[in-house]
Structures are given as C-alpha cells and as structure tokens.
C-alpha cells in the first residue's frame, strides 16, 4: 500500500498579494496573455497553427469550453484568454518521458503542486506502476492491453469495474467507452457531469422532457432579457459575452444573479475587435443581485410571486403545454415574503423590481452554471427557473428559453451518446442490435456511489477516459482511500495528475492524443452546449509518436478483454467513419451523420421544446413542479462556503497563480470573506485561517487559508477548488441527482496558530 503519496497538493508559503478586483474583462491584457501563454508553452510555431485553427469550420474544437460557435461564419480568431490557455497547456513543448517519470517515486512526485505537475508536459509513453515498485516504468502497448484483459477476467462480477469519462471525450470515444463498459457487463459509468450539470439534467428532464439547453446562439440576438445566474461567463465562458454584448447591443437587458460581481458582466472588451479595445467597453449586467450563496430558489420563487401578482402569463401557452400551473400557484401564493428575504438576502422592493421586469420580458433567456446546480436544493432551484419560463411561454420561438451553460467541451455529447449510469431501455436495445453485445440493465454507479463503493472494497476495476477524478471530486481523503484499495486503476491521458500518482495495488497510464493533434483515423465530433454536432480536426504533429487516438487504446482494449465477437473492436479506432455509422444506426437524430457533419458548422439534433414546442413526458405536457424552502439552520458563528475556479485553472489544471479579475495574485490557498465579517472575527487581510466543515455530525479540518476581504454577502465564504474539496463531505449531494454540494458547505472559521 502507498499510504504515503500526498492525495492533497501541498500547502506551500505562498505571497498573497491582494488588488483591486477588475472592472473591465478580456481587451488588450486579454490578448497579451493569450499569446504570452502560447509561446511560452508551446513556441512560435505551434502557437499560431493552433490558434488559427481553433473552432474554425475545417479546425479543431477548442477544449476550453462547451459555449457554441456562430452557425454561418467565424472569424480569423474564434477563441479567448482561457481558451488559449487551454490548447497552450496541450500543444506545450515539454515531455514527461519515461526516463523522467520513472526517475522519481509516487510518493516524491506527489510532494509537487498540481501546477507543477500540470507543467511537466505532455506524457509519451504506456507507463505501469506494479504492486511491489513505487516508480513507474515503461510498459508496451499490448503488455497493457492485456493486464486489462487480465483484470477483466479476474472479476467475480462484472459491476466491480468502473469506467469514469471526463468531458472532452469525442462523441467517438464515448460511445465505444460505452460499449466496452457494457460488453464488461456494467453500467458502472460514473462521469464528471455528475458533479456538474447532473442536476440541470435531471431537473429539466422532468420538466420539459429534455435534460438540454433549448436556446441556440442566435437566441441571444433576439432576447430582450437574460438572466445570468450563477455562473462567471468572464473567467469560464468568455465567449458568451459577445453573445451577451449583442443582446445589449439590439436592445437587450442583462442581469446578473450571483453573491459575487463577477468581473466581465460589468464591463467587456471583444478581444477580437481589436480597435475597440481602446475604450471603455461595452456595460454587460444592468443590474446585479447579489443573493446569498443558496438563496436562488427563495429569490425565483420570489420573482414567481411578481410574475402572478403582474398577471401578464402566457395562458394561452400553459393552457396548451403545461400540467401542475394551479398547484404552482398556491405553492407561490402561500410563501411569505419574510422568508424569501430571509433566505435570498435579497430585499423584496428588488426582488419586485426583477419579477417586474421578467414580467414584462417577451423573449427570455435563463442561463445557469455552477452557481446554481452544486446546491441540495440544485434540482427544486432549476425547476423553479423552468417554471417561470413556462408561465411566460418561453419555449418553441426565438430568443427565448433555458440555458444550462455547460462546462467541458463535449459533456453534453458523451451524455448523447450513452456515457450515462441509468441508460434508457430504448438506447439499450438499440445497442444490443447494432454491436450483438448483450447489455446490462441494471443502474450503474455515478461518481459518487463509486466512492462508496470503492471505500468497501466493491471494485477492482477502475479505468478514465481522462480527467482527474481524485482532485475533482468531493472528500479528497476518502476518495484517495477508495482508489487505493482498487486491484488496478487505468488513466487514459494527456498529462500527469494526482489521480495518477494515488492509484490502486498497480496502475497504468495510457498517454493518448489531445484534440489539437493530428489523428491518422481522421476528424472526431462533439456537441455544444446548444445540441449542435461538428467536427472537430486536430492540425498539429502530436505530442509523441508513441500516442494513440482515444477510440483506437479502446478498441485495442476491447479487442485484448473480447477478440472479435460478437463485435468486431479491431475494425474501430482506426476509422471514426465507422464508429459514427454505428452511432447512427443507435440514435435518433443522426441521420446521415457522416455527410451532416461534414456540412459547414454541423447540425443540430432535434429538441422538442425548442422546435415543436413538444414534450417528452409521461403526460405529453411540461410540468411545472413545486418545491418548499429546504430547512436550513445554520448556527451563528458558521458560514457559508462556496468553491469555485480561479481565473487561471481549468478545472483540477492549475496554470498560473493569478485570479487578476478578483484581484487575488500569487496564491490559491485564500479565502474570500466579507470585511465586516472580517472585522468582528478581528481578522486582518493575509491573516491565516483554518477551516472545519461540519455535517451531520462529522467535521473535516482543512489548515492555513489565507483571507481576503472581499465583496461577497456576509456569512458566506468563497475559495478555491480542487484544494478546498477535502473539506466537502461525500454525502452532502444534491437531492435528485446526488451532485457534491460544492458550493454550500458549512464550516466553521479559527485563526490558524503556528
Ligand atoms: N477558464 C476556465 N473555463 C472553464 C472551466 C475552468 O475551470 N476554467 N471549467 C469548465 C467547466 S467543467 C464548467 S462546469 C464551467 C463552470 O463555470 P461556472 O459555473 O461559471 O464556474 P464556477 O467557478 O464554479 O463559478 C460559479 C459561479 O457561481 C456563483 N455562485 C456560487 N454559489 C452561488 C449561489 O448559491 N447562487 C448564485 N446565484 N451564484 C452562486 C459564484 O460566485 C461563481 O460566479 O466552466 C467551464 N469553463
Ligand atoms: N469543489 C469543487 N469541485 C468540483 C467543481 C467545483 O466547482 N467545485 N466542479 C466540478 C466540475 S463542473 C467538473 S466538470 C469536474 C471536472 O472533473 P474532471 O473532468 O475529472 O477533471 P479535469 O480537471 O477537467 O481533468 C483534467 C485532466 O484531464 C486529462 N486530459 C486533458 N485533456 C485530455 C484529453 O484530450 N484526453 C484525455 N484522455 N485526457 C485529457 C489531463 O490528464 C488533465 O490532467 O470537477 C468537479 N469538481
Ligand atoms: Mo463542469
């Protein structure tokens, strides 16, 4: 056992250093660093290709995010900071060959930061780490195929092998993945939107009959409101603020839901319209509410009050779609407004003010990000959301309608194509049909039961397709004791990360190429957030010539656990033409999937509510669903935490030590507090802290955060993750789609002593 090899980064003496958070997003220091980032990692040369090819039509999909690209025309430079950022850190010039892997232990490697690990560079070759060795070694392509094989076999039954999926998977990767977890005989497919966008999904699945988006790009032109709601569109999806810009610009009002001001719907600068970038830039948000960390269910229930009060419904369209309108209303009516400004913070003249104006609205948009899904109540908040866009009709027009803003760049394609723990029988079927493969119907395993389950010894077999589940996840320590008691862990992957060093007895890395590369088997698809399937073309020299495509290492550990029947893998990964043929003869909607998505910017898959209005629910009507305040008593020396992102990591990635928009340089380990909370603490800014999380009864010490005075709501808290993950419990989730409450965790907060 390597009981030893840190699963947190460790905690170094950083030098905080605190500025004036930035009124102005993206404009010329947004270009410079994305050029700056570029050369440094990746040259002159590898720069320019990548970033004159990103998101073109014959280009490759930008892996920084899942926002959509315009349907008719792209400019010279589709992308941003953080999108440069994204394809730098892959295209990077620096190696981590097995010479320098194997010349340090686990133990010593973990004694790194996740940046430093991250800026080893890319991975060049299949590495094993066996049960009596604590440094990793070469190991051939087929030498590890067949330790899978070997592991497959040795299961006494199939569900204690686990098959985890990050988002930027292909529509290709994912849909063998799928396969080869079900051919295993499990559908133990825990992916990282069940720490995302699950609650999104299950919400709306309910509500509309789709668990997607309903908007288009295009949407935004016409909107002449959007709500924004919590979700930081500068730092995570600095392309919607073109879209948000040109909302303003014909006419639209923008308003931002958050306990933050998030620098960005302030004020914008297109980076790509460079002469602008002079000015002052173009005001996003015209207003700004900023609702206590949980509050957003309590606020939309009050802005639910307004709408009913104002009167101005869409009766016409709830008479025609939608079931549960008179239950909704008394639900609405019976709330007092004390407690919607109790729990919302918010104070009911504003809450009028902001009904008034959804009242009004004609074409409306809601988006919402992690702000709102990483909550217990995440399900009955999204809900909430739907039925206020029900009550004014915003389904089945332009301009209008739901808008989950979702985070990697092809979570919403694996979802599509069967990375899914509780499939539907129709999609079973239609797989049984297409590959021969019998398929398990039993429920799988999400992220979450797969720690459980690896905690008590139940799986012996865990293998990503990407991703960093160890730091990503929630409980960080018990996480880290699950992956350890698991026979073998495989992680396919582009760089080295803390779930590759707290592994199983033995483990394997399997280096694959990134989406920039060049891919003998031809261009992959994805889907955006806005259900529209493309191409996606890496155009630079990968990384090694050591490297496979993703689908060909699983077709090649398909064909190693199962040979060539009933489904023949070795014809896969060489051919994704082939790969899609099948998913097409699977799926609705991919008709002719390998001439559609060779046309100019791909094609849309079908979405009920926004192209019928219709509705796939058992009443063949949307629902409105109704939900009561969660009970919640928090004690008065407690507060509130949420974890978010930096403006320099993606995800578990860390690229830098800045979040310049916050105005927090040089360190990570911080958290943000409110300086009138600050004070009657008597805490100075730079001040260490430590802090413990408590939950039913448990509490988890985290030590040294450093504070920051900032403008958040008082009692609530805010700080990074992955390092502030070890303090959120494993069973504090969301009701309904168990997501780790990522942003509402209760600590406590003392002075750190030395
Ligand atoms: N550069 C960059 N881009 C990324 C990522 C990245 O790490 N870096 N990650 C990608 C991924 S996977 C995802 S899912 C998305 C994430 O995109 P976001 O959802 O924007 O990411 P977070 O940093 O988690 O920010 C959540 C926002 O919600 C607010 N918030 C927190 N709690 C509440 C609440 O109770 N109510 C309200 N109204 N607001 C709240 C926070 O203040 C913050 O502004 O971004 C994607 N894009
Ligand atoms: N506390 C807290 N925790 C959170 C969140 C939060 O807001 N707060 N957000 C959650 C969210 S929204 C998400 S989506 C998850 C993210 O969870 P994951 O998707 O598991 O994590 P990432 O950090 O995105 O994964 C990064 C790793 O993916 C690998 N990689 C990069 N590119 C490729 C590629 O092209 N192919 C392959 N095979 N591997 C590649 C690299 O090894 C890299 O280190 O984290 C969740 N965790
Ligand atoms: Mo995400």
Known sequence: MREDVNSLPPIESERLKIGKPKSVAAGITGVAKSFGIGFAEAGFGRTLKTMRTVNRFDGYDCPGCAWPDPDDHRSGFEFCENGAKAFATEATKKRLNPEVLSSKSVQEWSAYSDMELDKLGRLTEPMVLKNDSNHYQRISWDDAFSMIASAVEELENPNQAVLYTSGRASNEAAFLWGTLSRQIGTNNLPDCSNMCHESSGVALSQSIGIGKGTVKLDCFNHADLVLIIGQNPGTNHPRMLSALAQTKRNGGSVISINPLMETGLNRFKHPQEIFRLMGRGTPIA???????????????????????????????????????????????????????????????????????????????????????????????????????????????????????????SNVQGDRTVGINHHPSEAFLAACEAATGIPMPRTSGYDSVQFVHAARENSVKLFMALGGNILSAMSDTEEVANGLRKIDLTVQISTKLNRSHLVTGKQALILPCLGRTEIDPAGFVTVENSMGVVHSSTGKIVPASSHLRSEPSIIAGIGEACFGSSPFSWGKFGGDHDRTRDLIESVLPGFDDYNVRVRNKGGFYLPNGPRDGPTWNTPTGKAMMRVHKFPERNIAEDRFILMTLRSHDQYNTTIYGMDDRYRGVYNARRIVMMNPVDMENMGLKPSQCVDITSHFNGRAINSPKWKVVPYQIPRGNLAAYFPEANVLIPLESVAKGSNTPTSKWVEVSVALHKD
């Open 286 to 408: 015209d207003s700004h509410y900023p609702v206590r960390i949980g509050g957003d269910q309590a606020l939309l229930q009050g802005v639910s009050k307004v709408i009913l009060e104002e009167g101005n419904l869409d009766w016409k369209f709830i008479d025609n779609h939608v079931d549960g309108f008179e239950d909704w209303k008394s639900n609405i009516e019976s709330l007092e407004w004390e407690s919607i400004v109790a729990q919302s913070g918010i104070e009911q003249e504003r809450i009028t003010e902001l009904g008034q104006a959804v009242s009004k609205s004609k074409n409306l948009i809601i988006c919402w990000a992690m702000g709102i899904t990483q909550h217990e109540n995440a399900v009955a908040t999204i809900q909430e959301a739907s039925n206020i866009l029900l009550a004014g009709g915003h389904f089945g027009r332009p301009g209008a309608g739901a808008c989950p803003v979702r985070g990697h």
